[in-house]
């Protein structure tokens, strides 16, 4: 039941550890960002202005009930000079849902690379339980991406407001949101069901799977399905997935595909390789003249 | 007497200790940054390509610039090897129009997440001041962006020899329909006039002609007396090479050709707390950098009229950011009509893993120059140096060698000065990373 | 598991065909023929292949699922890369001893007819398929174990088949002095030395 207008709004705060900013700028292309702010009393946010300052927060003098994390959690880390180990524990025992928005808050990402002996997610390190809040885990979501899109976070919060529950996968992400791979909705899947690599980046034809290095069947997310900034993404634009939601990101040798003796390594989901590779491997061996030519050919005879 | 003060709100956080004088005016201000990321140690060892993924995320608000840097970076050091490198005149447009419209939704934030509020905090004015027209307007900006990049933030669709997009005209089109309208919501909700003729101003007078939030932020500006205060070095630097730049060092009005290979930094001053923070220099000298320079080299009329009566204040550095988001408005609009798609997107280059040596790529990010250097063995990063234009601005230095951040606050009240150090546009990310 | 006559007659045509094709040759040998050896009317023939093309087809397939369900079983076992090499080799071999008209018919009526084989019925690799996928399967887990050096997948597949079926002409153009089975050392560590980790 959705809130009524008479019932007080949630109080939500915005809280970073190591971070780019990157989840927050995001969250500002949200299509319907005025109306999702309603719902909510913002007590803090990196961006927007809230009823708390910095100051009054890390002093534990505001109300909580959604506490959102950007970034590495880094336990030695100080917001304000106050300890972000102390600020954490407060807010999120206040909490009654606390979201992990972006993979560096879910997984420890790209910044546990700062301080790799001690950054983590929330109640992961990696693939790996461990987290300031593993406690509490049942009211962590893991909203992971890098950063994240908007309306994942739309869709959360908004669940919220309204008491719905949300259902959460193995890692703790909604799966509304993270039950589809990247792969799902590329504008290049034909190429990837005949095995037609695309001989080099800049071009729309072929698929980036074989040699760029794309992990879009591996990579659970909604990318093609909900496009970025309503109107793209990585694949459809040339870009190679780069797995930014699963917890081993960031890989290394993200433009090239890992082959052995030009078999790749890694597969489609939950496929076993010898079914993978009897389709794939014979599908290679075809030569399909209209999948192995330009997509617009402006030279072509009708 | 000293007062700490701890800003955010700045793409991070910082704290500024105020020595301050017997009338409570700032005599000397320390600036510390306290977060660190280690992003260049990060790099080292990585596969080359890799920093196309990894520099973006040096920043969420500029992560674009990066991004081309990085890649500017690498073919430079192809170019430096003697390996055939070329990218198509499409694939430059692209890169530059991208760039320009993270420029553009970076100001329209910054207008009315930091400087109306701020304003009108500083003026003691009620009014709430409309936040949400800049994430729209950026959002917008950000949506013809991804037409060509896939997505923003954290696009890596540039790699050595062009852009991995191949798009046909639908997409053009589509793309110049957004920037129309983001135009059309300048001129009507922001601006409240055309904005050619908005472009065509000579004077600052012409801005009383404008009922608008623009011509609002101008009026607060001047009773703020911001036209008299913030004054800097009044030296000016502009590096990136671009099709809407003119690479000079600016002394007052003087332009003089410049090198980057006279760029340096040192370690920010912080006697007391440690600050991750460096400073950027030219022959041992803190420039200014920005929109403020980049007009100054472009010698755009209006701007160098302002320059004239009101230096190098506070105002200048404001109307100049305001200005610029019209400019490349403008700009980025005849750069999409003007793509040839007949063209390649990339020219591949020979395998990276084949090359060896040093590069140096610098683009002109929203706050000013960005300077990527790396050093590459077979493939692999030896080591990247990143100088981000925050490290010209505000750099923390000693008494006798103020940087412009530290200059502009001199003399002034806590609250003029945190007004006036939020001119500069700090990002807080960039400057430690 | 009692198999039903309907199959054990299908068995029946591919064993006596590949006999056929081996001691006659493939274009000399007719549908008439065959049906006679196998004692069924020619009409009767039709109902299991639909002709001579679709049967020299369902040959290639029925070899190379054979072919493949013993490398499978080898890339099964939990031995080492070289031990599935010589394991690979001796079952080569051995069904070139025991079996010879389903290597002969492979190498000297798939790969010399093509003519036969294309448009359509056997595109590329398709026919062979289940025996390529195994040896894609003894390729990856050899380079993943860290015991084969990683190359292009045609290079390698090359040097192996290609000199197992060079092997198996030889022997039966019977130019080879000493039994095949003799070699079986020999060649496993060519190819294993040729192919692994330097």
Redesign the interface.
Known sequence: MPYASSEKKPALIWLQG?????????F????Y??QL?EKYEIIYH????GTST??ELVLNKAECDVLIFEGAYDPL?????VSLKDIVTHYAGLAKYIIAAGSCASFGG??K???PERNTGLILNESEPQGPLLVIKQKVINLSG??IHPEWLGFTLTMIADNREIPVDELNRPIELYSRLAHHGCTRNEYFEWKVDSK?????EGCLFYEQGCRGPMTHAS?NHIL????????????PC?GCTEPDF?R?????TK?????P?DIPVGIS??SY??LA??A????IKRLEGKL?DEKRNN | MTKKEIIDHIEGEASISFDLNEDNHVDFATIVFPHFRGMEAILKGKPALDALVITPRVCGICGHAHLMATVRALESAYANAGLEITISQKAESTRELTLALEIIQNHFKWIYLVIMPELRKLVKSDEIAPVLKGAFAASIATKALAIFAGQWPHSSYMVPGGVTCDITHVERIKAEGYIDELIRFFEKDSLGMDMETFLSFETCNEFSSLDSDIGEIEKMLKEANMHTLGFAHDRFITLGKHSFTQIAKGIQTRLTPIEHKFVSTEKAYSPTDMSYAKNALYKDTYYEAGPLSRAMANQVPLIKNIHRRFKDSAYSRVIARIHETAYLLRHVKNLVQTLDLSEPSVIPPIDIDTLSGEGVGIVEAPRGPLIHRVKIEKGVIQEYEIITPTQWNIGCSTKDKLTPAQVAMKGNSISDSLFIFRTFDVCSVCTTH | MSRKPKEERRDNIISSALKLFSERGFHITTIPDIAEKVGMSVGNFYNYFKSKDILAKELVVYISTYLGDEIAKINDQKISTKEKVSAIVKMYFKMAREDPEKIEYFLRVYLSNREVFGGGGCDGMLCVSPFVTELMIFFDDGVEQGNLRNQDFFSAFGLFMGYLGGMVFLFGEKILPKPLNEYEESISENIYNALRVQ
């Open positions: 190591v971070t780019c900013n990157g989840n927050s700028h995001s500002l292309n949200l299509p960002l005025p702010l990196p961006l927007l202005e910095l100051h880390m100080k917001r304000h000079n790209m910044f690379a700062s301080a890098c950063p080099a980046f800049g071009l729309k990318c970025w900034n309503e109107v793209n993404s990585k694949t459809r634009a040339g870009t780069f960031p290394k040798n993200l433009f090239t082959t052995n003796m030009s078999i390594v390789k010898r590779l009897a491997g014979v290679k061996t075809f030569h617009i």
